[in-house]
T-cell receptor
């Protein structure tokens, strides 16, 4: 079946360092969504990517969809303590979430 | 915060019992999806409802069933509870079917099966 894999599973950074998480699918996706879940909270929608090679930015966050629509990445520039949480990608056609990348930030 | 609400917040049940979890969609949303999230894992898709009909189902056994009501609120029922059913159950509402729409998650119901 369709698998969505995320790496790394955990990432610990010093505040101000950059962070990147990668999402890979075993099959071509029609779109990919990214969510953030704070500790003890619920997933919150960040963005959806639809087009091959698409790049979208939200302040310090940059999202990219691969040319083959089978992989995606989320890059955070100059992390802050408010970035702490688990970042999930979710790929169609059945909404499959990856296991997430848990980001911790040391002040 | 989203306008999606879930009840109860926490629940403790015994193996073999049945449980009903409830979800109220955000205003204007006609689609509800349910997810199971085990500790340290990503949400696993259970099923989706649109206009009171099941519109897709993940790899969960038939003892997981659901309902959607005319006001778009929804229930998740789990029969013959097993220890592995212990998890956070999330519902998410959206404005369309399929998986091309932003999903608004509720706070979840933490189910513990003993």
């Amino acid at each position: 079946g369709q698998q969505v894999m995320q790496i790394p599973q955990y990432q610990h950074v010093q505040e101000g360092e950059d962070f990147t998480t990668y999402c890979n699918s075993s099959t071509t996706l029609s779109n990919i969504q990214w969510y953030k879940q704070r500790p003890g909270g619920h997933p919150v929608f960040l963005i959806q990517l639809v087009k091959s090679g698409e790049v979208k930015k939200q302040k310090r966050l940059t999202f990219q969809f691969g040319e083959a629509k089978k992989n995606s990445s989320l890059h955070i520039t100059a992390t802050q303590t408010t970035d702490v949480g688990t970042y999930f990608c979710a790929g169609s056609f059945v909404m499959r979430f990856g296991a997430g990348t848990r980001l911790t930030v040391k002040p | 915060e989203t306008g999606v609400t879930q009840s109860p917040t926490h629940l403790i049940k015994t193996r073999g019992q049945q449980v009903t979890l409830r979800c109220s969609s955000q205003s204007g949303h006609n689609t509800v999806s349910w997810y199971q999230q085990a500790l340290g894992q990503g949400p696993q898709f259970i099923f989706q409802y649109y206009r009171e009909e099941e519109n897709g189902r993940g790899n969960f056994p038939p003892r997981f069933s659901g309902l959607q009501f005319p006001n778009y609120s929804s229930e998740l029922n789990v029969n013959a509870l097993e220890l592995d059913d212990s998890a956070l159950y999330l519902c998410a509402s959206s404005t369309g079917t399929g998986y091309d729409y932003e999903q608004y998650f509720g706070p979840g119901t933490r189910l513990t099966v003993t």
